[in-house]
Structures are given as structure tokens and as C-alpha cells.
């Protein structure tokens, strides 16, 4: 990592409360160059607290832009960090209306030419694409990153239409304790207390509206740009990492999006941007990638970013499993069009008599980090267990060939015949080495209640034999000559899949099933190049060692008296950290996800949250504490959730919540 310290401007900084219609401030922070020349805007939006949790990365980017003349701001949402209002449900209406306020008010100001791009990794992604597809006139160009154009079959939420137990749970379980942290006084003054009181009052967790939508109705429609891609009018660089769920998303923006204003990134990346150097890479002059776009849609000046291919994508070679990888083997190659005319789909017969596949419900437990965030053990082990408690077909890779590549989605088309009227199936696609090693390469779900669409929840006829087609999550990859390809489909996958309150597996036939994989051609790609990553001058954070043994990051735990599996999960979000201003932030956070081998309805996930923050200059010392748990019985998710808030060790705000939500496709 290079650190640029020298800049073609100076740059300034302010904080300033951007108004919105209703009178309500959001609270931005603005870097500029030293110009007397009207520049253009580039706005990352989100509710992470822009004074603290986000602060470390925002310096490494926003300064950054500015030395490189654009105006750079960072706006938290409504109702969170030091801005006013309310907090609301993630993407509501209410935030995007906010969003294209802000857009036109940077538009209006003296310091900007008039042009905004926006820009942001996760949830600031998601938002910049949603604002695009409601056309600000101001905005001309969005680099979205690691975000979903599909709200319910590409989010955190449903997989295949079968609940996310894994990060359902454990997203809303984070909500809820980051929607209930106050106010900064050394921001806002003595008002920030009546501020948090009066927004803790108002908190109700995400987990209530998301299970209460099981099935691809109008709540997940609303903000899925999927519905009409024709609405976005600016240019979008769409970029992803195959170790990210959301990449899939690349995928489409470059198919649905006119070839004159989108370009696709897809590397081998987690949930992180791709400069930060964070396994797996290799890491990328992201920085300078995102200039080339912003000068040439809101400069107007020839950089040559729309003369690269529509779709730049890391091929992977074969490489032994491993939770985590500094660099992974592999080389960029480049696609004219999207479907590629480079990509061909082969199908694989999958063959042999009717097997039943039955799995034991903690199938799954090596199914890695939904979301791999760059640390040690976020990446899946071995196969080899999780293969045994599924059906495997291999497809040996001929040791006289050349490696066999594939790009794209890999699908599969699986007869079954099922004697219960709910249930789901998983497939993984995995790289099996000659010692046997199975590395994962990417999977798939179906919640066979949706094989006939997302929308609804058609129960299985009982004991009917039928075909279901789902296709697996996009991934390039090249297979080693000498190698196995195989196919492993189980009927479990906990805790990624909630299990249905029936699962007893089905039949499987292999006569009538087969796994279609898209080929590449062995293309030349040598022209594809980055440069080497740079950022702007860290914040300086500081980061005391814990006084406590750290905790594993995730740790399997089997009571064989039981036959009980726990999960113990330590996502690792930051530790305590000491700002450069004086705040001590404190962050801790578990999660547990429990099962019985042979019991679905065992199901149980449980997360606590604890956050301090504290300025011993301004005598300030607040906390927040969370508890979340879903168990379920054979008629609905149970929930419960518990905040408590406390100033100076005295509890200000008690809550708790229970709700019983019906199963319906879930």
C-alpha cells in the first residue's frame, strides 16, 4: 500500500447539516480541494457514523478524491450518528427521497460544477444504485461496490427463497445495536441525549418486517433496481469479489444495462473495497480505477475507461482449501458482452440409480462466513466432511488437457421425489485435488416451496417426482487438469439455510438430473492491468491489545450425548479503538448457532452486542447492550429481542420484543 501524502490540490475540511425539505439536518462531512473553480461531487451515503465506525476508512478514500479535485462528502443517513430525524427501515423511502435531496443540494452549491457521482461498498452501494434509479438530474455516475440490484433473492435476507438463519439473524441482531447508539455531545452539543431518547423510542428490530415477508411480494420489490433497470440513467462501474455474495449483481448490471454507460469488476475479493489489501487477492489501485471513471463521466475527459472490456473478472486456478489466502493463483481476462461470446454452457449428465439424500441438519457447519470480511477463518475448510452427508458426482478434468475455466453462474436441473410438503435443496460445486482435498467453488439453494417462482409458496405434492432448475452463485474459476469437478447436493445447510419444520430429504435421480457449467474459452488477456493500490494518510487510530485471550473467531463445538452442534461465531468488527480526537470506542459482539442432528425444529440462534463509547474529556460514558435470539416450532420463528442503554452506568432506556411470526415459505 502506497500512502500519497502529496496531491495535485490542497484540500480542506468542513462539517456542515445538509437540510432536507421537511427542516431535518443530516450531518456531512466535506473535503474539498483549494479552487477557486466549481468542482464536482461525489457523495458516500450510510448510516455507519461518519464521526466514528466509518471514520478510519473514510479518511483513506474522501481525502483522496479531494487532493484530486472533487469535492468529497460523506452524509450519514436520518437518524443516525449526529444527524436528526428518525431512523427507519434499511432503504426505505423515506432514505432514498433524503438521498436525492442531498444530491441536489450538492448540485446547488457554489463549490460544485453542478455534476455528482456517487459511490459506496454495501449498504452505500445498494443506496447509490436506488437513488440512480430515481434519477436525480445531477447525478451522472455511481461506483457501486459489493452491493444487490435483487433486495430478497440477493441480500442478507432469503437465499433460493429459503430464510438466511446465518445472516437474517446476525444482520438484524447488528441493526439493532448500531441504530441504538447516540448521538456524539462533541459533535452536537447538550442536545445529543434528548436526541438518543427520543430515537430509542422508536427502535423496533429489522428481524420483525423481514421474517413477516416471506416470499418476493412488494416490500422487497420496493428499492430493487432488478424491477427496471431502464430507470437508471447514470453510468455505473459495478464491482464485486467472488468471495462476496453479492457479486451475482455484476453479473446482471452488465447484462441489463446499455453497453455505453455500465462497465463490470468482478476480483477475488471478500466484502471489502479492493484496495485495502485485505485477503483474499491481489489487491488493486482501486482509488485510481474510480478516478478514470468519475474524470470521463463528470469531467468529461477521455481516460479510456469505456474502451475496457464490459466485464474485467479474476480467474482463479486451483488451489488447496484454506479459511483464508493472502493472494489467490489466477489472472484477469476480459469479456466484450455479457452473456460473453467467450462463454459456452456444457451440460454434465449427472447418471447412476436413485439415491436418497437425507443430511444431517448441522450439514452446512463448514459452509464458511456469509459475509468473508478479510479475516482468518471467514473462508470454507475442507469439503471432504461436507461432502460425506451429501450426494457427490464427480467429473474427472483429463490430465492430457489444458485447465478447464468457467465464468458465469453454473446451474443445475435436479429430478426429485419428496414425501413431505416443504424442504430445500443445496448444491455446491467443488475442486476435488488428486489427494482428495475438496475445495468449495461456489453453491446454490432452492427452497423447493419457490421452485415456481419467488413470489410464492407452492407446497410439494406428496410423493410426486418433479424437475427444479436453480442456478448456483457466479464464480470464475479454472480446474487443474487431473482434478475432480464435483457436484454435492444435500437437503441441509445450517446455519446459512434455516431448515423447514419437515425436513426429512428426498430421492434423488440421477437419470433425470444434470449440472451445466459455463465454459470460457482460453482467451489472452495480457492487456488487463492495475495499478498498485494507494490511499491517502490514515486517521490514526490506535487499537490497545486486549486485556482477555482473544476468542476464536469460530469455533465448533459437538455434544455427542446430544447430538447437539453449536457454532460459536466472534465476527470481529473492530475491538476497542482509541480516536485521534479523544473517543474510546468499544465494540464486542458473539454468535451462537445451535442444532440437534436429527431435529429441524432445534434450529436456534442467539447474538449479544455490547458498544461503549466514552470521552473522558467531556465526562461522557455511554453503552449499549443486545440480546436477539429465533427458535421456531413447527408452526412459526420465534423471536426476541432486548435493548438496554446506559449513561454513566445508570440504565436510560429498557426494551424487550417477542413476536411470533408465522412460517409460511419459510
Known amino acids: 500500500m502506497h500512502i500519497r501524502t502529496e496531491f495535485p490540490y490542497e484540500t480542506q475540511r468542513e462539517d456542515v447539516r445538509i437540510p432536507l425539505p421537511d427542516g431535518t439536518l443530516l450531518y456531512a462531512r466535506v473535503w474539498r480541494p483549494v479552487t477557486d473553480e466549481p468542482v464536482p461531487a461525489l457523495l458516500e451515503y450510510l448510516p455507519y457514523r461518519l464521526t466514528d465506525w466509518t471514520a478510519p476508512r473514510d479518511w483513506q478514500r474522501h481525502p483522496w478524491y479531494a487532493g484530486h479535485g472533487y469535492a468529497s462528502v460523506r452524509v450519514d443517513v436520518r437518524g443516525h450518528g449526529c444527524s436528526g430525524g428518525l431512523p427507519g427501515d434499511e432503504y426505505d423511502a423515506t432514505e432514498l427521497a433524503d438521498g436525492v435531496a442531498v444530491v441536489n443540494w450538492l448540485a446547488q ?20 444504485l436506488q437513488i440512480a434509479a430515481l434519477a436525480p438530474e ?3 455516475a455511481v461506483v457501486t461496490v459489493c452491493s444487490a440490484d435483487d433486495r430478497y433473492d440477493n441480500d442478507v435476507h432469503y437465499m433460493g427463497g429459503a430464510v438466511l438463519a446465518v445472516d437474517m439473524h446476525a444482520w438484524a441482531a447488528t441493526m439493532l445495536a448500531f441504530v441504538s447508539r447516540p448521538p456524539d455531545p462533541a459533535f452536537i452539543g447538550e442536545e445529543w441525549r434528548e436526541m438518543w431518547l427520543e430515537r430509542l423510542e422508536t427502535v423496533r428490530p429489522f428481524i420483525h418486517t423481514w421474517l413477516a415477508h416471506q416470499t418476493r411480494d412488494a416490500y422487497w420489490k420496493h428499492g430493487s433496481v ?19 455474495p453479492y457479486r451475482d449483481t455484476v453479473l446482471r448490471l452488465v447484462e441489463h444495462l446499455p453497453s455505453d454507460r455500465v462497465r463490470g469488476l468482478i476480483g477475488p475479493w471478500s466484502h471489502q473495497y479492493p484496495d485495502r489489501g ?23 475527459e477521455e481516460t479510456g475507461v469505456m474502451k475496457e472490456p464490459l466485464l474485467r473478472s479474476w480467474i482463479s486456478d486451483s488451489h488447496p482449501p484454506a479459511t483464508v489466502y493472502a493472494e489467490l493463483p489466477g489472472r484477469w481476462v476480459g469479456d466484450p458482452a455479457w452473456p460473453s461470446p467467450h462463454v459456452t454452457p456444457v451440460s454434465y449428465a449427472l447418471g447412476g440409480e436413485p439415491v436418497q439424500v437425507r443430511s444431517p441438519q448441522h450439514t452446512g457447519l463448514d459452509a464458511g462466513r456469509f459475509f468473508p470480511f478479510g479475516n482468518d477463518a471467514d473462508l470454507p475448510p475442507d469439503q471432504r466432511g461436507e461432502d460425506a452427508h451429501s450426494a457427490a458426482f464427480d467429473f474427472p478434468v483429463p490430465a492430457d488437457s489444458g485447465p478447464l475455466e468457467i465464468l458465469g453462474r453454473p446451474r443445475v436441473t435436479l429430478r426429485l421425489r419428496m414425501d413431505v410438503p416443504f424442504g430445500q435443496a443445496i448444491a455446491r460445486l467443488c475442486d476435488v485435488a488428486p489427494d482428495g482435498s475438496s475445495t468449495l467453488v461456489t453453491r446454490g439453494v432452492l427452497n423447493l416451496s419457490a421452485r415456481h417462482g419467488r413470489d410464492r409458496a407452492e407446497a410439494w405434492p406428496l410423493g410426486a417426482t418433479q424437475d427444479v432448475v436453480f442456478s448456483l452463485n457466479g464464480i470464475g474459476h479454472a480446474f487443474r487438469p487431473g482434478h475432480r469437478i464435483r457436484l454435492a447436493v444435500s437437503s441441509a445447510y445450517w446455519p446459512w439455510i434455516w431448515p423447514q419444520a419437515d425436513s426429512v430429504g428426498f430421492t434423488l435421480d440421477p437419470a433425470g438430473s444434470s449440472l451445466e457449467l459455463p465454459l470460457r474459452e482460453r482467451t489472452s488477456d495480457d492487456t488487463i492491468a492495475f495499478p498498485d493500490p494507494e490511499q491517502s494518510e490514515p486517521l490514526g487510530v490506535s487499537y490497545p491489545a486486549p486485556l482477555d485471550e482473544p476468542r476464536p473467531e469460530r469455533l465448533v463445538v459437538r455434544d455427542v450425548a446430544k447430538g447437539e452442534w453449536r457454532l460459536e461465531v466472534d465476527p470481529r468488527y473492530g475491538g476497542t479503538r482509541v480516536y485521534p480526537d479523544g473517543l474510546e470506542f468499544t465494540e464486542d459482539a458473539r454468535e451462537t448457532y445451535t442444532i440437534q442432528s436429527d431435529d429441524p425444529l432445534s434450529a436456534r440462534t442467539h447474538s449479544t452486542w455490547h458498544v461503549r463509547l466514552h470521552r473522558p474529556e467531556l465526562g461522557w460514558d455511554v453503552s449499549v447492550d443486545t440480546r436477539s435470539e429465533i427458535t421456531c416450532d413447527a ?12 449513561e454513566g452506568g445508570e440504565v436510560v432506556f429498557h426494551r424487550t420484543w417477542e413476536r411470533h411470526v408465522p412460517r409460511e415459505a419459510g
Open 138 to 140: 445531477p447525478l451522472k
Open 226 to 244: 432488478c424491477e427496471d433497470y431502464a430507470a437508471i440513467d447514470a453510468a455505473v462501474l459495478a464491482v464485486g469479489g467472488w468471495h462476496d
Open 278 to 300: 485485505l485477503p483474499p487477492g491481489p489487491a488493486i489501485g482501486f482509488l485510481q480505477e474510480t478516478l478514470r471513471w468519475w474524470d470521463h463521466h463528470l469531467k468529461g
Open 109 to 128: 452549491q457554489p463549490w460544485c460544477s453542478g455534476r455528482v457521482g456517487m459511490f459506496g461498498i454495501s449498504w452505500g452501494g445498494f443506496n447509490s
Open 635 to 646: 408452526a412459526d420463528f420465534i423471536t426476541f429481542d432486548e435493548v438496554v442503554c446506559r
